[in-house]
């Protein structure tokens, strides 16, 4: 069975507070670092994505549900539509999809990709 980290996505903001009442300035540390590791992924674009195994920005296993609870919340913060991160679908690996501002985006095609109307 493949490993499955669904389970540690942000579901609610209240989870960050937990975290900042529990660790104070140390989890907002922490999530200062995951801020800037997301930041300095490689960007590829929508049709050729490079793909980041998760496992290589987190440094200690046991800190891997704070890491996902802070890149949900970076990617909330964060994303547009010409610039974005996202998990595959079972939290293991991570992507930075930069577009080239000279380069005409077709939006109609990334909706199509999504099923969006």
């Known amino acids: 069975m493949e490993p499955d980290n669904r389970i540690y996505r942000l579901t ?21 670092d995951v801020y800037t590791r997301l930041k300095g992924l490689p960007s590829g674009t929508f049709f050729k994505p490079v793909w980041i195994d998760i496992f290589t920005l987190v440094k200690k296993e046991h800190l891997l549900s704070a890491f996902i609870k802070c890149a ?21 690996h991570i992507r930075h999809i930069k577009e080239d501002p000279e380069k005409e985006i077709n939006y109609s095609a990334i909706q199509r990709w999504y099923g969006k109307k």
């Open 72 to 92: 949900c919340l970076f990617m909330l913060e964060n994303n547009t539509i010409k610039e974005f991160w996202e998990f595959d679908d079972y939290y293991l």
């Open 12 to 32: 609610d903001k209240k989870e960050i507070d937990a975290f900042v009442e529990q660790y104070g300035s140390k989890f907002l540390q922490f999530k200062a």
